[in-house]
């Protein structure tokens, strides 16, 4: 759970967003969100080791702020997908899946939805994490990909960019409650076997990283 103070801070970054003022408040951010977020992702264990984002914002390609205003963790996630927990004044952001699929990925994943027996086991893996509350992305094309008809059964998966289940919580007072991070776990283990999935059947990129 965060405090209430973890959003007083987040209001007051929204307000004063310049590197000298979070060197001046680098303690607090620690204090009422990082170490909160911390004592979360020691319970999550299970799921992976964790990954926290920085808070700086990367300004060498894209003007902008120089500070993120939120606090960003991904749990195991590796080159086939995990996890996912945002907090920021829109809400907390709860997901999980394959962010950004590689072209491979994506054609390995539509691969699998044409099979009807593959197709049945995502729909299964899907329908987990709905009940728990999580919902999955919408469609990034507007028509079938190349190779696949329209008419396609399962067009409307074929049609995802992103495989990922979400679910952004509006600041609630359950937040600063002990039930939060039981909140989060819950969801998080529901779609615990979407990820499997991942990666069992689509998997890592086998293309070359472009960044090297």
Known sequence: MWPPEALDFLRELEDNNDSDWFKANRVRY???LVA?????VERL??????????PYNNLRFRPGPPLKEHLGVAIG????GGYYVELSLDGLLVAAGLHRPA?????????AIDDSRRAGAFERTLARAESAGMSLAEPGLKRAPRGYTNDHPRVE????????V???????????????DQRIESQLEAAAA?????????????????RR
Not at 103 to 111: H, I, K, T
Not at 170 to 179: D, E
Not at 196 to 209: C, E, F, I, N, Y
Request: charged share 30%.
């Open 77 to 80: 996630y590796g080159a086939a």
């Open 157 to 164: 998966r074929l049609r995802l960019k992103e495989i990922t």
């Open 36 to 40: 909160p977020a911390r004592e979360l």
């Open 30 to 32: 620690d204090r009422v």
């Open 194 to 210: 979407l990820v499997r999935w991942l990666a069992d059947k689509v998997g890592p990129s086998t293309r070359p990283d472009p």
């Open 166 to 180: 979400a679910q952004r919580h509006p600041l609630a007072p359950w937040l600063h409650k002990p039930g939060c």
């Open 45 to 54: 264990r299970h799921l992976g080791e964790p990954h926290f984002f920085r």
């Open 103 to 111: 072209p491979d990925q994506l054609e390995r994943f539509r691969v």
